[in-house]
């Protein structure tokens, strides 16, 4: 096949002006450039099938193109790694610590408040009337709480000193009390009531016997079967008063 040959003095010229430039990476860019459009300009003159050629750009133009490229295409590359840098840098400050750990139990949870000398919350139930529910499934989920059955509008009682940390009202358990033991490491959490005692307010300090409601049916409880819904939980560091490990109230009370 034939070749067309370049023309030696625009290639040494080509040589020269890229032997002159400090950037070794943007001469070598030009070069490739001048050699591409040389070809092209010499195809595009013999052009196929007759047609009028397309006029390529001129050397000045091209040249201009590719300095923009090269120069485009360095910069980016120091701002990738500059990127790559900043990143990793702002992700390590922004990462947080790990959590702390749980503080870890003396004794487990049950015989822990089995010495606090708890009451049974519902006024006149004695604690060997009471059934361990612990387990039991209640609307697709584990009841996690005992039930303490008792005619509606009887007291239910603080079961130790403490501070009132919610008053609640919720679809499930209607009229409800959470309520924080001195240490502020257990909830209490009293459900379906009737209504509160008089003058009960979130942040109250209690007394071990206080009056805190009325044993009702709101909430999703039966309504011909008034009860307390009475549940312990083991708060973590974080002290939530609506979650926390459940424990079973029938070991504390009995």
Same mark, same amino acid.
């Given at each position: 096949?034939?070749?067309?040959?370049?023309?030696?003095?625009?290639?040494?010229?080509?040589?020269?002006?890229?032997?002159?430039?400090?950037?070794?990476?943007?001469?070598?860019?030009?070069?490739?450039?001048?050699?591409?459009?040389?070809?092209?300009?010499?195809?595009?003159?013999?052009?196929?099938?007759?047609?009028?050629?397309?006029?390529?750009?001129?050397?000045?133009?091209?040249?201009?193109?590719?300095?923009?490229?090269?120069?485009?295409?360095?910069?980016?590359?120091?701002?990738?790694?500059?990127?790559?840098?900043?990143?990793?840098?702002?992700?390590?400050?922004?990462?947080?610590?790990?959590?702390?750990?749980?503080?870890?139990?003396?004794?487990?949870?049950? $015989?822990?408040?089995?010495?606090?000398?708890?009451?049974? @919350? !519902?006024?006149? /139930?004695?604690?060997?009337?009471? #059934? +361990?529910? %612990?387990?039991?499934?209640?609307?697709?989920?584990?009841?996690? $709480?005992?039930?303490?059955?008792?005619?509606?509008?009887? @007291? !239910?009682?603080? /079961?130790?000193?403490?501070?009132? #940390? +919610?008053? %609640?009202?919720?679809?499930?358990?209607?009229?409800?009390?959470?309520?924080?033991?001195?240490?502020?490491?257990?909830?209490?959490?009293?459900?379906?009531?009737?209504?509160?005692?008089?003058?009960?307010?979130?942040?109250?300090?209690?007394?071990?016997?206080?009056?805190?409601?009325?044993?009702?049916?709101?909430?999703?409880?039966?309504?011909?079967?008034?009860?307390?819904?009475?549940?312990?939980?083991?708060?973590?560091?974080?002290?939530?008063?609506?979650?926390?490990?459940?424990?079973?109230?029938?070991?504390?009370?009995?």
């Amino acid at each position: 096949m034939h070749h067309q040959k370049r023309s030696p003095d625009f290639t040494t010229t080509v040589r020269a002006f890229a032997a002159g430039v400090g950037c070794g990476a943007l001469a070598g860019a030009f070069i490739v450039a001048a050699i591409v459009w040389q070809d092209g300009n010499m195809i595009g003159s013999r052009g196929t099938g007759g047609a009028h050629p397309t006029k390529p750009p001129s050397a000045i133009d091209r040249w201009k193109d590719v300095v923009d490229d090269a120069g485009e295409s360095l910069g980016r590359g120091k701002d990738s790694e500059r990127a790559v840098a900043t990143s990793g840098a702002a992700t390590a400050d922004v990462v947080p610590p790990p959590p702390s750990p749980e503080p870890v139990l003396t004794a487990p949870p049950a $015989a822990e408040l089995g010495d606090r000398d708890l009451i049974v @919350p !519902v006024e006149g /139930v004695p604690a060997d009337q009471l #059934a +361990r529910s %612990f387990a039991e499934e209640r609307d697709g989920r584990v009841h996690e $709480a005992i039930d303490i059955l008792a005619p509606q509008h009887t @007291p !239910v009682k603080a /079961v130790e000193d403490g501070k009132i #940390a +919610r008053l %609640f009202y919720s679809k499930a358990g209607g009229i409800t009390v959470y309520q924080f033991d001195p240490t502020e490491r257990f909830c209490y959490y009293y459900a379906h009531l009737d209504r509160y005692a008089d003058g009960l307010a979130e942040g109250q300090q209690v007394r071990k016997g206080q009056l805190l409601g009325y044993v009702g049916v709101s909430g999703n409880a039966p309504k011909n079967t008034p009860h307390l819904h009475f549940a312990i939980f083991r708060l973590s560091a974080a002290k939530r008063w609506w979650e926390g490990t459940p424990i079973d109230p029938y070991d504390v009370l009995r």
